[in-house]
T-cell receptor, first 108, second 114 residues
Framework: AQRVTQPEKLLSVFKGAPVELKCNYS??????LFWYVQYSRQRLQLLLR??SRESIKGFTADLNKGETSFHLKKPFAQEEDSAMYYC??????????FGGGTRVLVKP | NAGVTQTPKFQVLKTGQSMTLQCAQD?????MSWYRQDPGMGLRLIHY???????DQGEVPNGYNVSRSTTEDFPLRLLSAAPSQTSVYFC?????????????FGPGTRLTVL
């Protein structure tokens, strides 16, 4: 069975500092990976997905199959980045397995 | 276009009571699912449906039933509520059940079972 681990429950950084959210997964096949974000009082929404190779709101994520990781990075954090972030793995057919989440707090 | 809607927003039940959490989407999505969100555990899949008349179990289905009589609606039933079912419940939909699609989430229902 697949598993997603986000080792940090809380990340606190100052505005303008780099931020990196760690995500490790275990899955025997070839997974598709996502980052979802939940801002305060908003719905959970897709931030980015590996298959799109995109950068959204300055965030990027690289799939490292050797280390089974999909860490999320942003070089200069902004206060509006404060949110709950979830890494998710799709093994097949839209069924997502989520990590436990990392709360990011960007201080002014 | 309301997207995914859920009712109620909050609910308090006593142990043993039953209730239905409602979920509807107006995007003509084939795939719908229910997750529960618990602190430190992320979201866990309860049940899902790949189209009207088709449902299947997710990771944590015990204590919950679902049905999908229309494309738009996907209610979640708690037959006999237990304190372990205290959680925030999210409904989600996606355009089809093929892989790698974005899932759209509802606002959530916060359920407390006393």
């Amino acid at each position: 069975a697949q598993r997603v681990t986000q080792p940090e429950k809380l990340l606190s950084v100052f505005k303008g500092a780099p931020v990196e959210l760690k995500c490790n997964y275990s899955y025997s096949g070839s997974p598709e990976l996502f980052w979802y974000v939940q801002y305060s009082r908003q719905r959970l929404q897709l931030l980015l997905r590996h298959i799109s190779r995109e950068s959204i709101k300055g965030f990027t994520a690289d799939l490292n199959k050797g280390e089974t990781s999909f860490h999320l990075k942003k070089p200069f954090a902004q206060e509006e980045d404060s949110a709950m972030y979830y890494c998710a793995l799709e093994a097949a057919g839209n069924k997502l397995t989520f990590g436990g989440g990392t709360r990011v707090l960007v201080k002014p | 276009n309301a997207g995914v809607t859920q009712t109620p927003k909050f609910q308090v039940l006593k142990t043993g009571q039953s209730m239905t959490l409602q979920c509807a989407q107006d995007m003509n999505h084939e795939y719908m699912s229910w997750y529960r969100q618990d602190p430190g555990m992320g979201l866990r899949l309860i049940h899902y449906s790949v189209g009207a008349g088709i449902t299947d179990q997710g990771e944590v289905p015990n204590g919950y039933n679902v049905s999908r009589s229309t494309t738009e609606d996907f209610p979640l039933r708690l037959l006999s509520a237990a304190p372990s079912q205290t959680s925030v419940y999210f409904c989600a939909s996606s355009s089809d059940h093929f892989s790698y699609n974005e899932q759209f989430f509802g606002p959530g229902t916060r359920l407390t079972v006393l």
